[in-house]
DNA sequence: CTCGCTGCAAAGCTTTTGCACTAGA
DNA sequence: TCTAGTGCAAAAGCTTTGCAGCGAG
């Protein structure tokens, strides 16, 4: 909705050398509507119920393209379908495999251990790719 | 292969009430022949070869039986399928986004995250069930 | 003999792809 | 104009399910 920010991520892509389409404004501006934790499939629902004729292969490609340019990162919470959100708001998922739940903590808290495999391993985590799987405070 | 191992986790199996089937013993047998990492093809392409008749639903229906019962788990290392190993070899898995390539790492490298996410937010990690992503040495 | 287990085929669900057409620059 | 982007339909990849028959106990 907030078209200057709209734009501001529009511009990203044209200044890549991306053409500028209804479908690609139409999608960053429900990735800017949407708080978090959205589907592709919402996405496409998002996206249909302004423009009815985007099909959903574009939404994926366009999100392909979004994510190549860092604008957007997807998130496996568990074995459905994977969640899209902004780059920026980065913070890790705990995710209930009893009663499903997803419990949201800034990225500060892992920081720690990043840095332990960055320095043991030499491997640089992100530890948002995958959600962190357990059983939450109720659940036992 | 180890007869006396398959026994011991058939025999878990006999004691909830499940009976024993062919197809069983031979997924046991190749689960507990396998070194790691092996996804349900691959352990149906290995029964198949001893029992050809044995069907790939029957082979994911075990599977879901054995992590009932807690004598395998899977794993999911990125976005192809899940590879499943048993419950008793426990450690962690860094995957490179890049080369694909996978690293295990000790359970008790992570042991101190587990216990500062249980501390502050009543969660038991099971950081096992999602590899961590990320980018290894050599991919930067 | 009974009912849990199985084979088979088909479907489910998410995501990708081939191809011809459309429209942005 | 020129080709990136798109719609459509179909397929791919992994896993699940319905159903009727088989076989373990």
Redesign the interface.
């Known amino acids: 909705m907030p078209s200057a920010a709209v734009d501001e991520i529009i511009d990203v892509l044209r200044a890549a050398g991306e053409r500028i389409t209804t479908a690609k404004r139409a999608l960053v501006s429900e990735l800017l509507g949407s708080t978090a934790h959205v589907t592709a499939e919402e996405l496409i629902e998002r996206v249909q119920k302004v423009h009815p004729d985007v099909n959903k292969s574009t939404i994926y490609r366009i999100l392909h393209s979004l994510e190549a340019h860092g604008i957007v990162e997807h998130v496996?919470l568990g074995h459905s379908a994977a969640v899209y959100h902004l780059s920026g708001k980065t913070h890790h998922h705990?995710v209930?495999?009893s009663c499903g739940r997803v419990?949201e903590?800034p990225e500060a808290?892992?920081a720690?251990?990043a840095r332990?495999?960055r320095h043991?391993?030499?491997?640089?985590?992100?530890?948002r790719?995958?959600?962190?799987?357990?059983?939450?405070?109720t659940c036992?």
């Open positions: 496996h705990l209930c495999e419990q903590v808290t892992l720690a251990i332990k495999l043991d391993f030499g491997f640089s985590a992100n530890l790719h995958f959600a962190i799987s357990g059983h939450c405070e036992g």
